[in-house]
């Protein structure tokens, strides 16, 4: 009887490893901590993934439709429903039978993006930074009208304001790489949205009130909790039952929760951590709508 109960034991412990514990570095070929944080956090929002190696080839360059489909990701777009074929050809050489002109045609819709003068779109052609810093500024509300100066000076200076360039050295007009694109992108997660309260398409003369959401709330229904720290919660028959014990370390910014709360909430299926070896540290964590941990990582 001893026996079989040690048995017994030994493969629900193999199963829970297998089932419940995560590398923490989900591509193994991102040197660049920052950069590593960002696509880690990128990935698990189903921002950006890998291409199919289990590598993440951070120094490929980003074409102009790649970096759509990642903005419309960003921006909780992909499931926009109005994708018929006569709205979807709005550029002559974007294919309505291509894989990415749904997402080309959500981000025109938006305004988010345009295309070339001579109504081309480019799709395949290498995105550039002055390109992609004008559509990151865009999709937190700014519209050109708003931004004084010539293009595209005004909105890398507006980027720069924001902190979208953080950790980033770069020429304008050069060609943006994976790893950088994860950079910006991430920053941008974090920006307020512009709140317009009066302005005129005809003027430079903008009003706006300080949000209280940024890109990540706003348009994922994702919060952050930083400062906290995590213990399992487990069952009699599982060493881990896929919840887990979040202690506040001090009142949260949107005044859910108050300083020593402790919560339990459930992590998402395949959560990309290592829940074996618990970091004595304080933690961000990331947390959906419906109460679910989505993403969680140290604090730097």
């Known amino acids: 009887m001893k026996r079989f109960t040690l048995l017994g034991l030994t493969i629900l412990l193999l199963l829970t490893s297998i089932n419940f514990t995560f590398a923490s570095s989900l591509f193994s070929d991102i040197e660049d901590e920052n950069i590593k944080s960002a696509v880690e956090r990128l990935a698990a929002l189903g921002i950006v993934n ?3 190696d289990g590598k993440y080839h951070p120094e490929k360059e980003v074409t102009r439709e ?10 909780g777009l992909e499931s926009a429903s109005d994708t018929t074929s006569e709205n979807l050809n709005k550029f002559s050489d974007v294919d309505t039978d291509s894989w990415s002109s749904k997402y080309i045609h959500i981000a025109t819709d938006k305004g988010i993006i345009k295309g070339m003068e001579d109504g081309t779109f480019a799709p395949t052609a290498p995105v550039k930074y002055s390109e992609a810093l004008t559509v990151l500024v865009r999709s937190l509300g700014y519209k050109d009208v708003f931004l004084q100066g010539s293009w595209p000076e005004n909105f ?14 770069f020429d304008k007009s050069a060609k943006v790489n994976r790893g950088s694109i994860a950079l910006l992108v991430n920053n941008t997660l974090n920006c307020e949205i512009l709140k317009v309260e009066e302005s005129s398409e005809d003027s430079i003369d903008i009003h706006y009130s300080e949000s209280d959401s940024n890109l990540l709330k706003n348009s994922l229904g994702i919060t952050m909790y930083d400062e906290v720290t995590m213990t399992l919660l487990k069952s009699r028959d599982f060493p881990w039952a896929g919840e ?12 859910k929760y108050k300083q020593d709360d402790v919560k339990i909430f459930k992590t998402k299926e395949n959560l990309n951590f290592d829940f074996e070896n618990l970091p004595k540290e304080k933690l961000n964590i990331y947390i959906s709508e419906d109460n679910i941990i989505i993403h969680i990582e140290k604090q730097n």
């Open 244 to 255: 887990v014990n979040i202690q506040f370390s001090k009142d949260t910014h949107d005044g």
């Open 50 to 52: 890998g291409l199919g």
């Open 66 to 75: 790649q970096f759509v489909t990642i903005m419309v990701r960003a921006l």
């Open 156 to 169: 890398l200076k507006k980027a720069a304001q924001l902190h979208i360039t953080n950790n980033i050295e």
